[in-house]
């Protein structure tokens, strides 16, 4: 037996209810997490989703001008920009933008190298899909319109 | 009011069973309740209000799964260990004062008897180990016994140096001796025992050992052993080793309650009841609950030792001391 067996004891046994104390108070606070599927976090500012138009807030269209700079920078060739110039209008505007998700590695060059910052990252977080043909196309006119809506 | 003897023993045998089945099934919320509160997560929120209906859907699942009974099991002991497990954790409660006059059985060696059918629980878990033929189950209904045979010991000293204080083995008598206000229990007779604290604490730590509750899960372990002894057991089979588990727990905070909180004492000396029974009984229960989630898993080593070299020489010295204070004074 040692020496100080006995002070070991109540030592130990102190720092035992010390832990006990310290859970308690833990047990009477507000819960830290988030009842995920009811509720979520609101993604932080830096988070990449993939790529989608910036809405013009006056027209309410994309600022695209079509120039396809971001198809010819994409590392993957992932981006299919098509547009045309319509009367009247000084610059090009964009009729067809797809993004082959299933190719993205999210680098961000098309946003970097935009002239008109018409792309930005979107903070959708929650795509899921059993038909791999959602993401090989995903229509960024379309999900302007559909965001105009 | 007097109750003709058969209907009051039928309604004592429903009660015992709906009360194990009903703290058996809450308790399992109460705990991942507890749990989810103690990490500060709001726990099961899903099925009924708070979880509430979280135990039933637990149960109809458990009860849908096949009992199967692995090839090569010795499949008499397997399908019986469960039983074992259970009936003399029930039979316990027969003799446990709930009130006044609110006990199945009142004799005279209530506290001999709980504790003889306590120690049927260690068998009934190694039967289950050993009969389903898994080397896992065996090693871990190993361990088991080891750890049972260790901590019975300093549990039984506990006991002894209450038999010496109380002078009686019934239940009922040991409550009725604690009457008044809180500072007649049992846990505040220092003058019959001065180290009465340290021997309620031995007592508890002694409970958690018996009925495998964390910090000694070793049974279990969860974590690193599969189910320990439980591993080959599906459906309603596991079912009933864990409803053994929670209905082991409440005998044993019963236990405490009746021996060192006064039983169905009131601690303020007015309304003595039932409710104080069972108050003192769940917040017992709630600090088992606690315990659990504030301590990592013992190492088998450290449980071995903490009872050989700790709790048995410190339990012996209560049994010394409550001897010399009886010679003395």
Request: proline content about 5%.
């Amino acid at each position: 037996m040692k020496k100080n067996a006995l002070k070991e004891i109540v030592t130990g046994f102190a720092s035992l209810l010390t832990g006990m104390r310290i859970t308690l108070a833990q047990f009477f606070k507000p819960p830290v997490t988030v009842n995920y599927p009811r509720q979520s976090l609101k993604m932080p500012a830096r988070y990449r989703g993939h790529i989608t138009f910036v809405r013009d807030q006056e027209t309410g269209k994309s600022l695209c001008i079509a120039c396809k700079s971001c198809q010819k920078a994409c590392p993957s060739d992932c981006i299919v920009v098509e547009g045309v110039k319509r009367e009247g209008e000084k610059r090009k505007s964009v009729t067809d933008f797809k993004l082959d998700f299933t190719k993205c590695s999210l680098c961000g060059s098309c946003v970097e190298v935009c002239p008109v910052d018409a792309l930005e990252f979107s903070k959708h977080y929650n795509l899921a899909s059993t038909n791999k043909e959602k993401f090989v196309v995903i229509d960024l006119v379309k999900d302007l319109e559909k965001r105009g809506k | 009011m007097s109750i003709p003897e058969p209907f009051r023993l039928a309604s004592f045998v429903v009660g015992i069973m709906a009360f194990v089945g009903l703290n058996a099934a809450y308790l399992v919320w109460v705990e991942r309740k507890g749990a989810g509160r103690f990490q500060r997560r709001p726990g099961p929120t899903e099925v009924g209000y708070a979880g509430l209906l979280q135990p039933i859907a637990d149960a109809v699942k458990l009860m849908t799964k096949q009992v199967i009974v692995p090839p090569g099991a010795d499949a008499t002991l397997f399908r019986l260990a469960p039983v074992l497990i259970m009936t003399p954790a029930m039979m316990c409660f027969t003799v446990l004062p709930f009130g006044e006059t609110l006990t199945a059985t009142d004799i005279n060696l209530g506290l001999l008897m709980i504790f003889a059918l306590g120690s049927i629980n260690v068998m009934a878990i190694m039967l289950g180990g050993w009969s389903s033929r898994n080397k896992y189950a065996i090693i871990s209904s190993a361990r088991v016994v080891s750890q049972n045979v260790a901590y019975e010991i300093p549990m039984l000293l506990t006991v002894v140096t209450m038999l010496m204080v109380t002078g009686s083995a019934n239940l009922n008598q040991i409550v009725q001796q604690q009457a008044g206000a809180f500072w007649n229990w049992n846990l505040f007779n220092l003058a019959a025992n001065p180290l009465m604290p340290v021997t309620f604490v031995i007592f508890f730590i002694c409970m958690l050992a018996e009925t495998n509750r964390a910090p000694f899960d070793m049974a279990e372990a969860e974590s690193e052993l599969v189910a320990g002894a439980f591993t080959e057991y599906a459906g309603m089979g596991f079912g009933v080793f864990f409803m053994a588990e929670y209905a082991n727990i409440v005998v044993g905070c019963s236990l405490a309650t009746v021996l060192f909180f006064g039983g169905w004492q009131s601690p303020i000396g007015v309304l003595p009841g039932v409710w104080w029974f069972l108050l003192k009984l769940y917040l017992l229960i709630f600090t088992v609950v606690w315990i659990r989630w504030t301590f990592p898993r013992t190492q088998f080593y450290g449980l071995l030792n903490l009872s050989w070299k700790i709790l048995i020489p410190v339990s012996l010295a209560t049994v010394v001391s409550t001897a010399a204070v009886m010679k003395v004074f």
